[in-house]
C-alpha cells in the first residue's frame, strides 16, 4: 500500500493470503510482504500491525516454505489413544512456523461439529461429528499452539456442521431448535469458552440463517445482536475479541450496511471487507444516523488494541527439525483402514486409476497403465477436493458413478480391489464401507503430504497404520452384499 493509503488506513490487523483461491496453490513473497508491510508503518510512525491468516494445515498452506500439514478430521484420526497428543503436535509446529514467518493470530481451530455428512464446506476441517470429541481436540490443539507462541481463534460461531449450503456463495439455512443447538453445535463452546485455553484470542462468527437464535428468519447470526450480543457475549461470557467471517462472502450478497450493523451486533473485527473505503464510508454514515453508536465503535477498537498488543508480545522460538518430523509422521499415523484391513501382500500394491473430484488437483503418480501382479490388486485412487464454492465435498457424479463401477467390475471377475480414499469418510459411496473383496485406506485429503505418501503406497505403514475413525462409520448400501451388482 502507498504512504498515503496507511495514512488514511492506519492497519492494526491485516489478514494474510498466500493461496489462490482460483488454483489452491500458495503463492511465493507472502512473509515478504508482510515484512514490508511492517517496515512501511514503522517509517510512517504507525504501530506494527499484528497478522491473522486462516493455517487450518500448518502455516504451509498458505506460505510455501512451511509446513503442510493433514486436516482437522485427520489430526483427529491420528489421535488414536485419545491423549490429544497428536494435536498438540500439530498446534506447536503451526504455531512456531506462524510466528516465524510473520504471522500472530491463527483462524483456527474450526469447532463445527460436522453432523451433516454432505456439508459442502466444513468436511475434513472438523475434528469430528461429536461434540464432547470435538471440544476436546480443539483444546489439545490449541495447547500446542500457546506452546508455540501464537494465538488461535474459534471458528465458525454458533456452528456450521449442519449445513447443507456453502456461506461463501449464499447464506445456509440451520433450522433447528434452540434446544438442539445446546446439545450440538453450542457444546464446545460451552467448554471452552467457560475454561479458555491459554491461546484462545478470539471467536469468528458464521454468517448463517439460524432462526432459532437471531431475532428474525433471514437475519444473518454475524449482524444479530441476539446472536453475538446476548449469546456469545452475554450467556456464554466471551469478553474477547470477536471477528465476522469474511465479509465478501456470498452470503451477505443481500445485505445491506452490514459492515455497521456487525459492529452493533457486537462484532469487533470486521474481516476482509470487500472495500476500506465502503466500509469507512458506511460506519461514518451510520454514526452520523445514529444507527451505530460511538460506545460500539469504541469498545471493538478497544479489543482490537488489546489482542494486538498480547499477540505481539508472545515469545516465540523456531520449530526444531524433530518437531518438524513429528508432525510429518502424523499423515501416517491418520490413515485409518476399512472394517477388512489392507489385504494382499504390500509388494502387489498397483495404482491403474486415478478419478479425481476436481479439475485443479490431479493424482498422477497414482495412474498406470499395467496390471496388478499374479495374486495382486487392482488399487483405485479417488480426491475430494473441499473448498470455497465448489458446492460438495464429495465427489463429482459422474466420477462417483465411474468409481463404483470400476470397483465392481473388478470384484465380479474374481480379483480384489484396494481404494485409496482422498476425503472425508462421510462422503464415501455409498455401499463401499465394508464390501466384500475391496480394501479402503481412508486418507482424509487429497493434499501434502498424505498425497505423497499414500501416492509412494506407504507398503509397510498401511500394515501397521494406527488410525482410528474420527466420524461415525460411513453408510453401507445395496452393494455391500453384492460385489459386482449394477448401480
Known sequence: PSAAYLKRFPPRWVIAFGRSLQTRATVDGLARELA?????????????????????????????????????????????????AALFVAGELTAREARALGVELVLAP????????????????????EPDAVARRARAWLDGLARGGALGCLKHFPGHGDTEKDSHTELPLVAKTRAEFDACELVPYRELLTRPPAALGAVMVAHLDVPALTAAPGEPTSLSRRAVGELLRGELGWDGLVMTDGLAMGALARQDDFHARALS????????????????????????????????????????????????????????????????????????????????????????????????????????????????????????????GRGRAGLEAEVERELVLCIER??????????????????????????????????????????????????????????????????????????????
Open 36 to 84: 514490508e508491510l511492517r517496515e512501511q508503518a514503522a517509517r510512517a510512525g504507525l504501530p506494527r500491525p499484528a497478522v491473522c491468516c486462516d493455517l487450518e494445515e500448518g502455516a504451509g498452506l498458505h506460505f510455501p516454505e512451511a509446513t503442510r500439514l493433514a486436516p482437522a478430521l485427520a489430526l483427529a484420526a491420528a489421535d488414536a489413544g485419545g491423549d490429544g
Open 110 to 129: 474450526v469447532v463445527d461439529v460436522n453432523t451433516r455428512r454432505d456439508n459442502p464446506i466444513i468436511a475434513t476441517r472438523s475434528f469430528g461429528d
Open 265 to 388: 451486533a457486537g462484532c469487533d473485527l470486521l474481516l476482509g471487507p470487500p472495500s476500506a473505503e465502503r466500509a469507512a464510508e458506511e460506519l461514518l454514515a451510520a454514526l452520523r444516523r445514529g444507527v451505530l453508536a460511538r460506545a460500539d465503535l469504541e469498545r471493538a477498537a478497544a479489543r482490537a488494541e488489546r489482542l494486538a498488543e498480547r499477540a505481539l508480545s508472545e515469545p516465540s522460538e523456531p520449530a526444531s527439525s524433530e518437531l518438524v518430523a513429528d508432525a510429518l509422521a502424523l499423515a501416517q499415523a491418520s490413515i485409518v483402514l476399512g472394517p477388512g484391513g489392507w489385504s494382499g501382500p504390500a509388494g502387489m500394491l498397483q495404482p491403474v486409476h486415478g478419478p479425481a473430484a476436481d479439475p485443479l488437483l490431479r493424482l498422477e503418480p497414482l495412474t498406470s497403465a499395467h496390471q496388478p501382479a499374479p495374486g495382486g490388486m487392482r488399487v483405485f485412487a479417488a480426491a475430494c477436493l473441499v473448498g470455497c
Open 410 to 487: 473388478e470384484l465380479a471377475r474374481g480379483g480384489r480391489a484396494g481404494l485409496l480414499w482422498f476425503g472425508s469418510p462421510q462422503v464415501l459411496p455409498e455401499g463401499l464401507w465394508g464390501l466384500a473383496g475391496l480394501s479402503i485406506a481412508l486418507c482424509h485429503a487429497p493434499s501434502e503430504p498424505l498425497q505423497r505418501a499414500a501416492a509412494a503406497g506407504l507398503r509397510e505403514s498401511f500394515a501397521r497404520t494406527r488410525g482410528r475413525l474420527p466420524v461415525a462409520q460411513p453408510e453401507a448400501g445395496p452393494v455391500a452384499d453384492a460385489p459386482g451388482a449394477a448401480r
